[in-house]
Nanobody
Framework: QVQLVESGGGLVQAGDSLRLSCAAS????????MGWFRQAPGKEREFVAA????????SYADSARGRFTISRDNAKNTVYLQMNSLKPEDTAVYYC????????????WGQGTQVTVSS
């Protein structure tokens, strides 16, 4: 079955950096658009970034643009989210997700990794 496993979260201070990873299995990774989402306590899940199958197109939420970078390695079936200049408001559970390019909604989700940014 399809599995998406996130890693790399943790507790950091404001201004620090983290790199999240998401390892995928059970699907043809290069066929899927990959995305990162996050959910803070008491808030709805929100889009962070997405990357097309061969990294040609990347999109970011306004809150992430300029500080976060999404990338992928199709040979390793892994998508990354490099997060720099972290702020306390970036504190959330971060999820990776996969969808086919022609489909609007994401089909597969990971279990999430906690990112906590202290001030």
């Amino acid at each position: 079955q399809v599995q998406l496993v996130e890693s790399g979260g943790g507790l950091v201070q404001a201004g620090d950096s983290l790199r999240l990873s998401c390892a995928a299995s059970g699907l043809t990774f290069r066929s899927y658009t990959m995305g990162w989402f996050r959910q803070a306590p008491g808030k709805e899940r929100e889009f962070v970034a997405a990357i097309s199958r061969f990294s040609i197109t990347k999109s970011y939420a306004d809150s992430a643009r300029g500080r976060f970078t999404i990338s992928r390695d199709n040979a390793k079936n892994t998508v990354y989210l490099q997060m720099n200049s972290l702020k306390p408001e970036d504190t959330a559970v971060y999820y990776c997700a996969a969808k086919l390019p022609a489909i609007t909604s994401y089909d597969y989700w990971g279990q999430g990794t906690q990112v906590t940014v202290s001030s």
